[in-house]
């Protein structure tokens, strides 16, 4: 669809609970349907209300999934323009060593930083600017009959419950979602909600005192560690915004980290160049909350043609690969395709969860494996090697081989496809390290029994 296209006009009405990421993109997409959508959302106005989301990641990388649903509405210039590019890691090393890995092996396999809140701003403001959408901020659903698509709002100011009613209600309302609750009452859906023992805390590197960044700015810092990890997005003013992930409690964990001696001691010993980047460091650690990792899976995602569930509050997941917004982006991508396809909204639904849940689920799965991966393997000599083999051959052969990140950052392949084909590669490459094995050990035999020979004939 193009600029100001129309081809639907269905005048039909849909709500949507969130106007978070996920909430306010469908609205661009839905207006783009010809559908009156209004939106409610319990926080009040991102453009007008103070930074930051009471410690929530405050920035987020942008890859190829969420850029190319921009796209499709003519948005990712405009976001691009706001966001910083990360062309790829810098690995600091406890030791305080530094190395670049870039991202990918072709120039746009890059990732692009960006604020939460700004990015939610711009599309509240495309939104807005689309025929027949209004945002509703400081208004929470209290209830939802899915059957006839009505809902109960409650102004967060007080007063009364306000009945409102729509051919479809859009559960965009995130990993507590209260739609998800009134969809699946009383019916045989499935459910699990999974807490990662580990945590996360939001911390800042600001500009430095002469006004420049204090690291190389493009790219995404990590400092890797098995009891403790912590990355850093960089933003647009030179500042960089770090998660560090650690478990809730234990002896190494963010309840131990209770005095600055405590915070200083841990960061020297495992960020061993972190300290001197982070002035603000002991009153973030004793300020700031602690947020959980926590991956959601469930179905049914839709109730008929009444109501259906996008983004977290379908399929949460823990972001070691950075692709729960990307995630949700293609959700809005692919419900507005089912649209488009299906006169009947009901098959519209239907195709759309059919479509998106088995890959979510594959990404869920992903997603908690690379918490491990960066957590127990990726300091192993096996597992790098293991890696350095995976790039060079997708260096050698970039149209036959590529390596599962690339896949799902850099690519739109669908995340259970990806997984299929790494599986395949990962075969290839293992009988091809066990075959060179095996070479390398009957050259070492033969040449130990040559020297053996030569040793037996001296005597
Ligand atoms: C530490 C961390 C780092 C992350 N990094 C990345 C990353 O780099 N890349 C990436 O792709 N993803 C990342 N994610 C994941 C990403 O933040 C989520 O997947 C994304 O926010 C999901 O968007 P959403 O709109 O579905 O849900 P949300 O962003 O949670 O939005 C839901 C909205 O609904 C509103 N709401 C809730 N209940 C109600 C109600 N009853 N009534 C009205 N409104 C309601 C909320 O206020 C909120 O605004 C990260 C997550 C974390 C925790």
Known sequence: MTDGQNPFSRQERVVVIGAGLSGSLAAVYLARHGYLVDVYERRPDPRTAPAGLGGRSINLGLSARGMRALDEVGLLADVLKRSVPMRGRVVHSPDGAVRFQPYGVREHEILHSVLRDELIALLVDAAETSAGVRFHFGWRLNRLDRDTATVEVLSEAGGDPVEVGADLVVGADGIHSVVRQHLQRGLRADYSQEFLEWGYKELTIPVGDDGEPRVRLEALHVWPGESAMMVAHPNVDGSLTCSLF??????????????????????????????????????????????????????????????????????????????????????????????????????????????????????????????????????????????????????????????????????????????????????????????????????????????????????
């Open 246 to 459: 650690m478990p809730h409690e234990g002896p190494v964990s963010f309840a131990t980290l209770d005095t600055p001696e405590a915070v200083l001691g841990f960061f020297r010993a495992n960020f061993a160049d972190a300290e001197e980047l982070m002035p603000n460091l002991v009153e973030e650690i004793a300020g700031h909350p602690v947020g959980h990792l926590v991956t959601v899976r469930t179905a049914p995602w839709r109730h008929g043609d009444r109501v259906v569930l996008i983004g977290d509050a379908a399929h949460a997941v823990v972001p070691f690969y950075g692709q729960g917004m990307n995630s949700a982006f293609e959700d809005c991508l692919v419900l507005s395709d089912c649209l488009a396809r299906h006169t009947d909204r009901a098959a519209a639904l239907a195709a759309f969860e059919a479509a998106r849940k088995p890959h979510t689920d594959v990404l869920a799965d992903l997603s908690i494996a690379n918490f491990v991966d960066l957590r127990d393997r990726v300091h192993k000599p096996g597992y790098t090697a293991h890696a350095v083999a995976d790039r060079l051959l997708s260096r050698l052969m970039p149209d036959r081989w590529t390596p599962l990140y690339t896949m799902v950052a850099h690519t739109t392949t669908p995340y259970a496809d990806a997984l299929a084909r790494a599986k395949r590669q990962d075969r290839i490459l293992r009988g091809a390290t066990a075959a060179a094995g095996a070479l390398a050990a009957l050259g070492a035999v033969t040449t130990i029994g040559a020297a053996l020979r030569r040793r037996s004939r001296g005597r």
